[in-house]
């Protein structure tokens, strides 16, 4: 009876006429075009550019490479129960080594044992 309500919404961003949407685009073609070896996971880029983009621009930008296949993704699971999702860009062929490596050190760093005993000391 709603078919139209969900009309394409996948595709709104890609018609968007935001101009700092098509910056993030292009910035992070540009960003993955240079870092082509490279494994990222998505809130990394989130942190790592948040002075210059919000997070659900940066989003938007990675979904759209991804959308139009620049970018290739992989989710996995953390030991911790979460879920993070790896990004490299097409060329990377054999990217498994480096990702894991990756997820490892993610495991690492949200282990909920990482922080304990910090604030017993002062």
Request: net charge negative; charged share 30%; with cysteine.
């Amino acid at each position: 009876m709603f078919d139209d309500i969900d009309w394409h919404e996948q595709n709104l961003a890609a018609e968007s006429n935001d101009p700092v949407e098509a910056s993030a685009r292009e910035f992070f073609r540009e960003f993955f075009e240079r870092n082509s070896q490279s494994v990222y996971f998505s809130r990394q880029l989130e942190v790592r550019y948040e002075e210059r983009y919000f997070h659900w621009i940066t989003n938007r930008a990675v979904r759209e490479l991804v959308g139009e296949g620049t970018i290739l993704t992989e989710s996995r699971k953390l030991k911790a129960g979460g879920v993070v999702k790896l990004l490299w860009h097409k060329a990377y062929r054999y990217y498994k080594r480096e990702a894991a490596r990756i997820l490892s050190l993610v495991n690492e760093y949200s282990d909920p044992n990482i922080g304990v005993g910090i604030l017993d000391c002062c």
